[in-house]
């Protein structure tokens, strides 16, 4: 809706200038303003209608009951997920509801859950939502808008600083009346922001006002979702009950959904330990991410007969970008040039056919697996979005892009050769057996990892790396060091996956905007900040069409590319899934989710097991 009462020059509009608001405003400010609406997608095509009563990929007649155990790695010593502090236990999002629910099978849609209906002005300068009236707490109290108002400012003074580069565009919040809240925004135009906040999670007021938010605890919080916490060992197993009377298990968007009674986390020193522990029957379901284990290890007896199930499901979800990240923040690691030579002796060819079986595809973009991402060739499209900007880019960015490729031998001579020979151009020698710099230093740099198993990925690279002089280590500590260390930029080298959305906006300021760069806890993982990129990003989020955001993020992606601020990995467009035979499944699966939530457990595995409500 836009702010009341702005008036535009007409032939009749001077005395309306000069006047306080009068009547004739009033009423036309009411007869042209934007209706409320049950749900948003980005560029208004919805696929459900208002009348709907549930998504098309589940089954709304589906029993509620059981037990579904999952594995978590590591260790946890916070219930809260939203702050720096702290490893967060999995599973904890489970209990808070949002204003708006996403769908699985539009790109990006959401329909009313906390908040009953939508409001978004036509120039897309503010959104409204107006609460359920049903809506609670788990303690019985009703969620009001001044509790939507108190979570955003909730998150952006205390939450980790993705938030607060997440919701930049917001410049006031307004509690209109108990149940309807304003979202004002800096300007109009970004259509992905109303849906932004409509992923906002809803904290009680009342419960909050008189503890620190920020503070890592293992206090069990409280929310409004579909399960609470029921009981929790520290660091080894957290419980989450099925919420009988919970206030929107009726609502379309939660039809089928949430099913299990309890849902399980245990948690494992390592993966490999999990693996055996699932074999056992310690837990039922598992998702796979070594391609040796997938090829190998899902053999025996309960898996001929059919006890546990093995499944390889397509993800349509862009698969994004997975590899060993440089912290630009480093010295050593400014010159791209640098980044460009450690790059050239990741063998990818000779680790997919000797590590992997061949099971991956090399990442080209960082919108891997998607229409998202740019191809070899620079098309018109991307070349008109970045033309404004050539004399700030490098020759490399309107270049075809060529990823080294081996004979998958182990034989990387012509790319150590060209390694060798950039490192000269950045001021490098080799002395030696030693890569030094003007100052006799070697080059040199560690590895830091969280997975056992990813050591012998890094393995044969290091080799390669001290071929030319280049020394390098591995240092392997658990989850919440690892998550310590990023968020303090006390790093060389990570491996991590960066997931995007189908349809990607305001959290790329947060990945590779300035403002990001130098947070502590920052998803800008690089610490990469360019003045080009900033202003890419904002013209990513105000496109107004699917062209515009498709063509502006394969745009993005080239600049990126060119900076070489990742050695690509792979990607698998596929989950690997195991489970044990105890569970059914709709017939249709969500077309960008795994759709785990939809599952339910067969009564008659537990004999006497009651169906609940």
């Known amino acids: 809706m836009l702010l009341p009462f702005t008036f535009k020059f007409t032939r009749i509009s001077l005395f309306c200038y000069l006047c306080t608001f009068c009547y004739l405003c009033i009423q036309s400010s009411l007869l042209f303003a934007s209706p409320w609406l049950y749900g948003l997608s980005l560029y208004g095509d919805l696929k459900y209608p208002p009348t709907f009563t549930q998504f098309q990929y589940v089954n709304p007649n589906a029993p509620k009951g059981g037990v579904f155990k999952q594995a978590a790695i590591g260790s946890f010593d916070s219930l809260n997920p939203y702050i720096v502090k702290g490893n967060a236990v999995a599973g904890i999002n489970l209990i808070y509801d949002t204003l708006l629910k996403q769908s699985s099978d539009e790109p990006f849609s959401g329909y009313g859950l906390i908040a009953e209906k939508v409001k978004v002005a036509d120039d897309f300068s503010s959104v409204s939502f107006l609460i359920n009236k049903n809506a609670r707490f788990h303690d019985g109290n009703s969620i009001q808008a001044s509790d939507v108002k108190f979570s955003f400012e909730l998150l952006i003074e205390q939450g980790t ?27 109009g135009g970004n259509r992905e922001l109303p849906l932004i906040i409509g992923q906002l999670p809803i904290f009680p007021a009342h419960y909050w006002r008189d503890k620190d938010f920020s503070k890592s605890s293992l206090v069990i919080p409280l929310g409004s979702g579909a399960y609470q916490v029921g009981d929790f060992d520290a660091s080894k197993r957290i419980t989450y009950q099925r919420v009988k009377d919970y206030w929107a298990k009726d609502l ?10 309890t849902m399980v986390f245990d948690y494992y020193r390592d993966d490999s330990v999990a693996f055996e522990a699932f ?18 290890g899902y053999k025996g007896n309960m898996f001929s007969a059919g006890e546990i199930i093995t499944a390889k499901i397509a993800d349509k979800t862009p698969q994004g ?4 990240w440089f912290n630009l923040r480093k010295n050593k690691f400014k010159d791209v040039r640098v980044r460009k030579a450690i790059s050239l002796l990741f063998d990818f060819e000779w680790t997919n056919k000797t590590l992997f079986y061949d099971a991956y595809t ?20 991307e070349y008109a979005i970045l033309e404004p900007y050539k004399a700030q880019l490098t020759a490399a960015v309107f270049d075809p892009i060529d990823f080294p490729k081996t004979n998958a031998d182990g034989n990387v001579r012509v790319q150590m050769r060209e390694a060798v020979k950039l490192l000269e151009q950045a001021g490098y020698q080799l002395e030696g057996s030693k890569m030094q710099d003007k100052n006799g230093l070697q ?31 591995i240092r392997l500590v658990d989850v919440s060091q690892f998550i310590n260390r990023l968020n303090n930029f006390d790093f060389d080298l990570i491996s991590l996956p960066r997931g995007q ?6 959290e790329q300021m947060s990945y590779w905007g300035c403002a990001s760069a130098m947070q502590v806890g920052t998803a800008n993982w690089s610490g990469i900040c360019s003045p080009v990129i900033d202003k890419i990003i904002t013209q990513l989020i105000m496109s107004d069409t699917r062209d515009k955001l498709v063509n502006t993020s394969k745009a993005l992606d080239r600049v990126l590319l060119a900076q070489h601020l990742v050695i690509p990995q ?44």
């Open 161 to 187: 600083p993705l938030y607060r580069s997440y919701y930049a565009g917001v410049s006031k919040v307004v509690v209109d009346s108990p149940l309807q809240v304003t979202f004002y925004f800096k300007e």
């Open 252 to 261: 379309p968007v939660n039809k089928g959904m949430f099913n299990f009674d």
């Open 279 to 296: 074999k056992s029957g310690a837990f039922d379901f598992r998702q796979e991410t070594s391609s040796k284990r997938w090829a190998t």
């Open 321 to 324: 970008m997975q590899g060993f």
């Open 362 to 381: 090399r990442t080209n973009s960082f919108y891997a697996g998607s229409e998202l991402a740019t191809e070899r060739q620079i098309s018109a499209q």
């Open 443 to 473: 080059l040199s740099f560690e590895f830091l990892l969280y997975s056992k198993d990813f050591e012998r990925i890094v393995h044969p690279f290091r080799r390669n790396l001290q071929r030319i002089g280049i020394k390098t280590s």
């Open 501 to 506: 959305s189908i349809s990607p906006g305001n």
């Open 570 to 613: 792979w990607y698998l467009p596929a989950y690997r899934i195991a489970y044990w035979d105890k569970f059914d499944h709709p017939k249709i699966a969500p077309l960008y989710d795994l759709g785990v939530a939809t599952w339910w457990r067969r009564p008659s595995i537990d004999g006497n097991q009651e169906v609940s409500p």
